[in-house]
Protein backbone atom coordinates (compact mmCIF):
# COMPACT_ATOMS: atom_id res chain seq x y z
CA UNK A 1 0.00 0.00 0.00
CA UNK A 2 0.98 3.56 -0.59
CA UNK A 3 2.45 5.21 2.48
CA UNK A 4 0.71 8.39 1.10
CA UNK A 5 -2.49 7.23 0.42
CA UNK A 6 -2.96 5.27 3.35
CA UNK A 7 -2.82 8.17 6.01
CA UNK A 8 -6.07 9.32 4.08
CA UNK A 9 -7.77 6.54 5.66
CA UNK A 10 -8.79 9.24 8.38
CA UNK A 11 -9.62 11.69 6.88
CA UNK A 12 -11.68 9.67 4.17
CA UNK A 13 -13.60 8.06 7.00
CA UNK A 14 -14.33 11.58 7.99
CA UNK A 15 -15.82 12.49 4.67
CA UNK A 16 -12.93 15.01 4.79
CA UNK A 17 -11.04 14.37 1.70
CA UNK A 18 -11.75 16.93 -1.53
CA UNK A 19 -13.67 15.28 -4.48
CA UNK A 20 -10.77 14.44 -6.69
CA UNK A 21 -8.43 12.87 -4.15
CA UNK A 22 -11.14 11.06 -2.79
CA UNK A 23 -11.30 9.02 -6.31
CA UNK A 24 -7.91 8.33 -7.08
CA UNK A 25 -8.25 7.04 -2.79
CA UNK A 26 -11.16 5.14 -3.15
CA UNK A 27 -9.26 3.32 -6.61
CA UNK A 28 -6.91 2.83 -4.16
CA UNK A 29 -9.25 0.72 -1.42
CA UNK A 30 -10.18 -1.48 -4.21
CA UNK A 31 -7.29 -3.07 -4.24
CA UNK A 32 -6.10 -2.66 -0.64
CA UNK A 33 -7.98 -4.61 1.83
CA UNK A 34 -5.99 -3.17 4.62
CA UNK A 35 -6.97 0.39 3.57
CA UNK A 36 -10.59 -1.03 3.82
CA UNK A 37 -10.33 -2.29 6.87
CA UNK A 38 -9.34 0.73 8.51
CA UNK A 39 -11.66 3.26 6.90
CA UNK A 40 -14.36 0.51 8.47
CA UNK A 41 -13.23 0.93 11.90
CA UNK A 42 -12.39 4.61 11.53
CA UNK A 43 -16.04 4.73 9.81
CA UNK A 44 -17.15 2.76 13.24
CA UNK A 45 -15.09 5.10 15.45
CA UNK A 46 -16.77 8.51 13.93
CA UNK A 47 -20.24 6.93 14.68
CA UNK A 48 -19.59 7.28 17.91
CA UNK A 49 -18.90 10.64 17.55
CA UNK A 50 -21.98 11.31 16.15
CA UNK A 51 -24.13 9.05 18.26
CA UNK A 52 -22.51 11.42 21.09
CA UNK A 53 -25.13 13.56 19.21
CA UNK A 54 -27.95 11.77 19.49
CA UNK A 55 -31.21 14.57 19.91
CA UNK A 56 -35.04 13.48 19.51
CA UNK A 57 -36.11 14.83 15.89
CA UNK A 58 -39.30 17.12 15.14
CA UNK A 59 -42.16 14.33 15.58
CA UNK A 60 -43.57 14.99 12.05
CA UNK A 61 -40.44 14.02 10.65
CA UNK A 62 -41.29 10.03 11.58
CA UNK A 63 -44.44 10.07 9.53
CA UNK A 64 -43.35 11.99 6.74
CA UNK A 65 -40.42 10.02 6.51
CA UNK A 66 -42.48 6.53 6.59
CA UNK A 67 -45.25 7.98 3.78
CA UNK A 68 -42.35 8.13 1.78
CA UNK A 69 -40.85 4.87 2.47
CA UNK A 70 -44.33 3.32 1.24
CA UNK A 71 -43.99 4.63 -1.94
CA UNK A 72 -40.17 4.22 -2.29
CA UNK A 73 -39.04 1.00 -4.66
CA UNK A 74 -36.07 -0.45 -2.87
CA UNK A 75 -32.71 -1.44 -4.28
CA UNK A 76 -31.76 -5.24 -5.14
CA UNK A 77 -28.30 -6.20 -3.11
CA UNK A 78 -25.24 -4.38 -4.53
CA UNK A 79 -23.27 -7.31 -6.92
CA UNK A 80 -19.83 -5.63 -7.66
CA UNK A 81 -20.23 -3.06 -4.36
CA UNK A 82 -18.43 -3.28 -1.21
CA UNK A 83 -21.59 -1.56 0.78
CA UNK A 84 -20.46 0.69 3.12
CA UNK A 85 -16.67 0.86 2.35
CA UNK A 86 -16.23 1.78 -1.20
CA UNK A 87 -18.62 4.53 -1.84
CA UNK A 88 -19.67 6.57 -4.87
CA UNK A 89 -17.75 10.31 -4.53
CA UNK A 90 -20.30 12.85 -5.67
CA UNK A 91 -18.01 14.78 -7.91
CA UNK A 92 -18.40 18.60 -6.21
CA UNK A 93 -18.44 21.86 -7.48
CA UNK A 94 -14.53 22.22 -7.70
CA UNK A 95 -14.18 19.03 -9.81
CA UNK A 96 -16.81 20.65 -11.91
CA UNK A 97 -14.86 20.80 -15.43
CA UNK A 98 -13.60 17.48 -15.05
CA UNK A 99 -16.92 15.99 -13.97
CA UNK A 100 -18.13 17.59 -17.10
CA UNK A 101 -15.43 16.14 -19.35
CA UNK A 102 -15.55 12.68 -17.68
CA UNK A 103 -19.25 12.52 -18.93
CA UNK A 104 -18.25 13.84 -22.31
CA UNK A 105 -15.91 11.65 -22.77
CA UNK A 106 -17.93 8.76 -21.49
CA UNK A 107 -20.57 9.81 -24.27
CA UNK A 108 -18.15 9.75 -26.92
CA UNK A 109 -16.97 6.48 -26.36
CA UNK A 110 -19.93 4.76 -26.06
CA UNK A 111 -21.20 5.85 -29.46
CA UNK A 112 -20.81 3.22 -32.02
CA UNK A 113 -23.56 3.57 -34.86
CA UNK A 114 -23.65 6.67 -36.85
CA UNK A 115 -27.09 7.43 -36.27
CA UNK A 116 -26.55 8.31 -32.46
CA UNK A 117 -23.56 11.05 -33.65
CA UNK A 118 -26.45 13.89 -33.94
CA UNK A 119 -28.09 13.37 -30.75
CA UNK A 120 -24.59 13.08 -28.90
CA UNK A 121 -23.13 15.92 -30.18
CA UNK A 122 -26.39 18.08 -29.48
CA UNK A 123 -25.84 16.57 -25.82
CA UNK A 124 -22.20 16.95 -25.78
CA UNK A 125 -22.89 20.95 -27.17
CA UNK A 126 -25.44 21.20 -23.83
CA UNK A 127 -22.74 19.50 -21.38
CA UNK A 128 -20.21 22.17 -22.65
CA UNK A 129 -21.72 25.12 -22.95
CA UNK A 130 -20.60 28.21 -20.62
CA UNK A 131 -23.64 28.35 -18.69
CA UNK A 132 -24.27 24.73 -18.30
CA UNK A 133 -25.43 24.60 -15.01
CA UNK A 134 -25.01 21.39 -12.97
CA UNK A 135 -27.42 19.40 -10.41
CA UNK A 136 -26.78 15.94 -8.91
CA UNK A 137 -29.25 13.87 -7.20
CA UNK A 138 -29.44 13.75 -3.73
CA UNK A 139 -29.98 9.95 -4.05
CA UNK A 140 -26.99 7.29 -4.34
CA UNK A 141 -26.33 6.19 -8.14
CA UNK A 142 -27.28 9.50 -8.63
CA UNK A 143 -29.09 10.86 -11.49
CA UNK A 144 -27.42 14.17 -12.87
CA UNK A 145 -29.46 16.90 -14.91
CA UNK A 146 -27.21 19.72 -17.09
CA UNK A 147 -29.23 22.61 -18.07
CA UNK A 148 -28.25 25.64 -20.38
CA UNK A 149 -30.60 28.55 -20.74
CA UNK A 150 -28.60 29.54 -23.37
CA UNK A 151 -29.50 26.74 -25.76
CA UNK A 152 -32.75 26.35 -23.95
CA UNK A 153 -31.89 22.38 -23.19
CA UNK A 154 -31.61 19.89 -20.46
CA UNK A 155 -29.83 16.69 -20.40
CA UNK A 156 -30.95 14.58 -18.07
CA UNK A 157 -28.51 10.92 -17.25
CA UNK A 158 -30.01 8.56 -15.26
CA UNK A 159 -28.01 7.24 -12.24
CA UNK A 160 -28.52 3.63 -11.52
CA UNK A 161 -32.43 2.80 -10.85
CA UNK A 162 -33.92 -0.35 -10.05
CA UNK A 163 -34.70 -2.96 -12.68
CA UNK A 164 -37.77 -2.67 -14.44
CA UNK A 165 -40.80 -4.81 -14.04
CA UNK A 166 -41.27 -6.46 -17.70
CA UNK A 167 -43.55 -4.24 -19.57
CA UNK A 168 -41.99 -1.21 -17.79
CA UNK A 169 -40.24 1.59 -18.82
CA UNK A 170 -38.50 4.83 -16.96
CA UNK A 171 -40.17 7.71 -18.50
CA UNK A 172 -38.41 11.55 -17.51
CA UNK A 173 -40.61 14.48 -16.58
CA UNK A 174 -39.83 17.74 -16.25
CA UNK A 175 -41.98 19.68 -13.86
CA UNK A 176 -43.01 23.05 -13.10
CA UNK A 177 -45.95 24.76 -11.77
CA UNK A 178 -47.94 23.75 -14.70
CA UNK A 179 -47.47 20.15 -14.41
CA UNK A 180 -45.14 17.31 -15.54
CA UNK A 181 -43.60 17.61 -19.04
CA UNK A 182 -42.47 14.44 -20.77
CA UNK A 183 -39.01 14.55 -21.65
CA UNK A 184 -38.44 10.96 -22.96
CA UNK A 185 -38.14 7.57 -22.16
CA UNK A 186 -34.74 6.47 -20.79
CA UNK A 187 -33.25 3.88 -23.47
CA UNK A 188 -31.06 1.18 -22.13
CA UNK A 189 -27.56 2.15 -22.87
CA UNK A 190 -25.94 -1.46 -21.18
CA UNK A 191 -26.80 -3.52 -18.70
CA UNK A 192 -26.70 -0.58 -15.86
CA UNK A 193 -26.97 2.28 -17.83
CA UNK A 194 -29.16 4.19 -20.01
CA UNK A 195 -28.85 7.06 -22.64
CA UNK A 196 -29.06 10.52 -21.48
CA UNK A 197 -32.12 12.38 -22.50
CA UNK A 198 -32.22 15.57 -24.11
CA UNK A 199 -35.15 17.65 -24.61
CA UNK A 200 -36.32 21.46 -24.73
CA UNK A 201 -36.48 23.21 -21.55
CA UNK A 202 -39.77 24.67 -20.77
CA UNK A 203 -39.43 27.69 -18.24
CA UNK A 204 -40.48 27.10 -15.04
CA UNK A 205 -39.25 23.78 -14.87
CA UNK A 206 -37.71 23.01 -11.15
CA UNK A 207 -38.03 19.80 -10.69
CA UNK A 208 -36.83 17.06 -12.88
CA UNK A 209 -38.68 12.88 -12.01
CA UNK A 210 -38.56 9.37 -12.99
CA UNK A 211 -40.98 7.35 -13.46
CA UNK A 212 -41.85 3.30 -14.31
CA UNK A 213 -44.44 3.90 -17.02
CA UNK A 214 -45.91 1.47 -19.06
CA UNK A 215 -44.37 0.56 -22.32
CA UNK A 216 -44.34 3.14 -24.26
CA UNK A 217 -44.41 5.83 -21.86
CA UNK A 218 -47.60 8.11 -20.41
CA UNK A 219 -49.05 11.16 -21.04
CA UNK A 220 -48.61 12.19 -17.41
CA UNK A 221 -46.49 10.35 -14.63
CA UNK A 222 -49.18 7.52 -13.60
CA UNK A 223 -46.97 6.50 -10.43
CA UNK A 224 -44.81 8.16 -7.83
CA UNK A 225 -41.36 9.12 -8.85
CA UNK A 226 -38.17 6.75 -8.45
CA UNK A 227 -36.05 9.58 -8.51
CA UNK A 228 -36.61 13.37 -8.26
CA UNK A 229 -33.97 15.91 -8.65
CA UNK A 230 -34.41 19.90 -7.22
CA UNK A 231 -33.25 22.18 -9.78
CA UNK A 232 -33.47 25.08 -7.66
CA UNK B 1 -36.71 -4.53 22.68
CA UNK B 2 -35.75 -1.51 19.93
CA UNK B 3 -35.96 0.97 22.00
CA UNK B 4 -33.34 -0.28 24.37
CA UNK B 5 -30.63 -0.33 22.06
CA UNK B 6 -30.84 3.32 21.43
CA UNK B 7 -28.91 3.48 25.10
CA UNK B 8 -27.58 0.46 25.87
CA UNK B 9 -23.84 0.02 26.90
CA UNK B 10 -23.49 -3.59 25.09
CA UNK B 11 -20.06 -4.69 25.79
CA UNK B 12 -17.64 -5.48 22.60
CA UNK B 13 -18.11 -3.63 19.51
CA UNK B 14 -19.78 -0.66 21.87
CA UNK B 15 -22.13 0.65 18.96
CA UNK B 16 -24.82 -1.89 20.49
CA UNK B 17 -27.43 -2.04 17.50
CA UNK B 18 -25.77 -5.50 16.44
CA UNK B 19 -28.64 -8.42 17.96
CA UNK B 20 -31.10 -6.43 17.23
CA UNK B 21 -30.14 -4.47 14.59
CA UNK B 22 -28.82 -6.92 12.33
CA UNK B 23 -32.10 -8.75 12.24
CA UNK B 24 -34.37 -5.60 11.93
CA UNK B 25 -31.57 -4.79 8.81
CA UNK B 26 -32.27 -8.07 7.41
CA UNK B 27 -36.37 -7.45 7.98
CA UNK B 28 -36.07 -3.94 6.21
CA UNK B 29 -34.50 -5.31 3.32
CA UNK B 30 -36.85 -7.12 2.41
CA UNK B 31 -39.08 -4.58 2.46
CA UNK B 32 -41.10 -5.00 5.89
CA UNK B 33 -42.30 -1.49 6.71
CA UNK B 34 -42.46 -2.31 10.29
CA UNK B 35 -39.03 -3.15 10.70
CA UNK B 36 -38.45 0.08 8.97
CA UNK B 37 -40.29 1.98 11.56
CA UNK B 38 -38.52 0.15 14.39
CA UNK B 39 -35.27 1.17 12.38
CA UNK B 40 -36.69 4.59 12.48
CA UNK B 41 -36.97 4.63 16.34
CA UNK B 42 -32.99 3.40 16.88
CA UNK B 43 -31.23 5.50 14.56
CA UNK B 44 -33.65 8.85 14.18
CA UNK B 45 -32.50 10.00 16.85
CA UNK B 46 -28.49 10.21 15.99
CA UNK B 47 -29.02 10.81 12.17
CA UNK B 48 -30.66 13.86 13.32
CA UNK B 49 -28.01 14.83 15.80
CA UNK B 50 -25.21 14.29 13.17
CA UNK B 51 -27.20 16.20 10.08
CA UNK B 52 -28.40 19.06 12.19
CA UNK B 53 -24.70 19.54 13.98
CA UNK B 54 -23.46 19.86 10.25
CA UNK B 55 -25.89 21.51 8.18
CA UNK B 56 -26.92 24.06 10.83
CA UNK B 57 -30.20 24.85 9.19
CA UNK B 58 -33.49 23.26 10.57
CA UNK B 59 -35.17 23.12 7.15
CA UNK B 60 -32.35 21.47 5.55
CA UNK B 61 -31.35 19.33 8.23
CA UNK B 62 -34.99 17.83 8.29
CA UNK B 63 -34.90 17.48 4.52
CA UNK B 64 -31.22 16.01 4.32
CA UNK B 65 -32.35 13.22 7.74
CA UNK B 66 -35.51 12.21 5.50
CA UNK B 67 -33.04 11.80 2.56
CA UNK B 68 -31.06 9.33 4.62
CA UNK B 69 -33.84 7.19 6.11
CA UNK B 70 -34.87 6.83 2.94
CA UNK B 71 -32.13 6.28 1.35
CA UNK B 72 -31.44 3.50 4.46
CA UNK B 73 -35.01 2.06 2.88
CA UNK B 74 -33.80 1.98 -0.81
CA UNK B 75 -30.13 0.77 0.33
CA UNK B 76 -31.09 -1.63 3.08
CA UNK B 77 -30.31 -4.71 0.77
CA UNK B 78 -27.04 -3.70 0.41
CA UNK B 79 -26.12 -3.51 4.22
CA UNK B 80 -23.64 -6.14 4.86
CA UNK B 81 -23.69 -7.29 8.44
CA UNK B 82 -20.30 -8.34 8.60
CA UNK B 83 -18.47 -5.27 7.52
CA UNK B 84 -19.55 -3.43 10.81
CA UNK B 85 -22.60 -2.14 12.66
CA UNK B 86 -25.73 -0.89 11.59
CA UNK B 87 -25.68 2.32 13.28
CA UNK B 88 -22.36 2.77 11.76
CA UNK B 89 -23.60 2.33 8.59
CA UNK B 90 -26.28 4.63 8.83
CA UNK B 91 -24.39 7.32 10.62
CA UNK B 92 -21.68 7.08 7.48
CA UNK B 93 -24.60 7.71 5.05
CA UNK B 94 -26.30 10.53 7.61
CA UNK B 95 -22.53 12.32 7.22
CA UNK B 96 -21.72 11.99 4.00
CA UNK B 97 -24.96 13.66 2.95
CA UNK B 98 -24.58 16.19 5.63
CA UNK B 99 -22.00 17.03 4.06
CA UNK B 100 -22.69 16.79 0.74
CA UNK B 101 -25.56 19.58 1.35
CA UNK B 102 -23.48 21.74 3.22
CA UNK B 103 -20.68 21.98 0.57
CA UNK B 104 -23.06 22.38 -2.53
CA UNK B 105 -25.48 24.75 -0.47
CA UNK B 106 -22.59 26.66 1.09
CA UNK B 107 -20.43 26.93 -1.57
CA UNK B 108 -20.68 30.56 -2.11
CA UNK B 109 -20.14 31.38 1.85
CA UNK B 110 -17.15 32.58 2.14
CA UNK B 111 -14.47 30.54 4.44
CA UNK B 112 -14.14 33.77 6.57
CA UNK B 113 -18.26 33.11 7.85
CA UNK B 114 -17.22 29.43 7.90
CA UNK B 115 -14.05 30.29 10.44
CA UNK B 116 -16.65 32.67 12.12
CA UNK B 117 -18.84 29.68 13.50
CA UNK B 118 -15.54 28.07 15.24
CA UNK B 119 -15.95 26.65 18.38
CA UNK B 120 -14.61 23.40 19.76
CA UNK B 121 -16.34 22.91 22.60
CA UNK B 122 -19.93 23.70 21.42
CA UNK B 123 -20.93 20.49 19.56
CA UNK B 124 -21.50 18.58 23.51
CA UNK B 125 -23.18 21.63 25.06
CA UNK B 126 -25.29 22.12 22.36
CA UNK B 127 -27.11 18.40 23.33
CA UNK B 128 -26.57 19.00 26.83
CA UNK B 129 -29.59 18.71 27.31
CA UNK B 130 -30.30 15.56 25.72
CA UNK B 131 -30.99 12.31 28.02
CA UNK B 132 -30.54 9.40 25.19
CA UNK B 133 -26.79 9.54 25.23
CA UNK B 134 -25.25 11.12 27.99
CA UNK B 135 -22.72 8.36 29.35
CA UNK B 136 -22.30 7.94 25.35
CA UNK B 137 -20.97 11.92 25.52
CA UNK B 138 -19.25 11.29 28.37
CA UNK B 139 -17.33 8.47 27.18
CA UNK B 140 -16.25 10.43 24.23
CA UNK B 141 -15.75 13.47 25.78
CA UNK B 142 -13.46 11.45 27.86
CA UNK B 143 -11.48 10.32 25.21
CA UNK B 144 -11.29 13.33 22.83
CA UNK B 145 -9.60 15.05 25.94
CA UNK B 146 -7.16 12.59 25.94
CA UNK B 147 -5.91 13.51 22.26
CA UNK B 148 -3.46 16.16 21.50
CA UNK B 149 -4.77 19.49 20.99
CA UNK B 150 -3.86 18.94 16.96
CA UNK B 151 -5.75 15.64 17.17
CA UNK B 152 -8.58 16.67 18.78
CA UNK B 153 -9.36 19.85 16.41
CA UNK B 154 -8.57 18.36 13.21
CA UNK B 155 -11.51 15.25 13.98
CA UNK B 156 -13.39 18.05 15.71
CA UNK B 157 -13.73 20.42 12.47
CA UNK B 158 -13.86 17.63 10.29
CA UNK B 159 -16.53 15.62 11.70
CA UNK B 160 -18.59 17.72 13.11
CA UNK B 161 -18.13 20.84 11.12
CA UNK B 162 -18.09 19.12 7.60
CA UNK B 163 -15.03 20.53 6.71
CA UNK B 164 -12.08 19.12 4.42
CA UNK B 165 -8.77 18.56 5.35
CA UNK B 166 -7.41 20.80 3.37
CA UNK B 167 -9.90 23.04 4.95
CA UNK B 168 -9.10 22.54 8.71
CA UNK B 169 -5.26 23.15 7.61
CA UNK B 170 -6.07 26.55 6.52
CA UNK B 171 -8.27 26.81 10.05
CA UNK B 172 -5.71 26.12 11.98
CA UNK B 173 -3.06 27.59 10.10
CA UNK B 174 -0.78 24.07 9.69
CA UNK B 175 0.09 21.99 6.74
CA UNK B 176 -2.49 19.89 5.30
CA UNK B 177 -0.35 16.42 5.06
CA UNK B 178 0.15 17.40 9.13
CA UNK B 179 -3.72 17.94 9.45
CA UNK B 180 -4.30 14.05 7.48
CA UNK B 181 -1.77 12.44 9.73
CA UNK B 182 -3.29 13.87 12.52
CA UNK B 183 -7.02 13.03 11.96
CA UNK B 184 -5.96 9.45 11.30
CA UNK B 185 -3.95 9.11 14.52
CA UNK B 186 -6.42 11.07 16.10
CA UNK B 187 -9.21 8.69 15.07
CA UNK B 188 -6.87 5.63 15.80
CA UNK B 189 -6.55 6.70 19.47
CA UNK B 190 -10.17 7.40 19.64
CA UNK B 191 -10.96 3.53 17.97
CA UNK B 192 -8.71 2.18 21.19
CA UNK B 193 -9.83 4.52 23.47
CA UNK B 194 -13.64 3.91 22.83
CA UNK B 195 -12.61 0.09 22.09
CA UNK B 196 -14.52 0.17 18.57
CA UNK B 197 -13.33 -3.52 16.99
CA UNK B 198 -12.75 -5.40 20.05
Redesign the interface.
Known amino acids: MTAELH?????Y??????ADEAAAFERHLRGCPACGQEV???????????????????PR??E???T???H???????IA?????V?TR?A??GAAAAAVGALVFGLVTTTTEPAQQQPLAAVNAVLTAPDASTVKG???GTTTVVTSRSQGKIVVLAGELPPLAAGKVYQVWLIGASGARSAGLLAPDGPHRTRPVLADLPGGTDRVGITAEPAGGSPAPTVPAVVMVDLA | MVEGV?TSPRGS???GTEPAGTSLMQRV?A?D?QA??DL?DVV???????V??VVRNGTFA?EV???V???V????????PG???T???V??I????A??RV??HQ?ALDRDDRAGRLDFRR??DE?AE?T??NL??Q???QCLSALTDLQRES?VL???N?????E?AEVLDTAPGT???R??????R??DC?G??Q
Open positions: TLTGAALDAVPQELQETAARLGRALATAPPLRATLRVATRQWPPSRRGGVKVLWAER | RGGTAGEFAYAGPVWGVNRETQELVEWRTAARFKKGSLAWLTAHRRVDRSAPFVSISEQRVRVAYYGYTYPVVKTIRDGLILRLVG
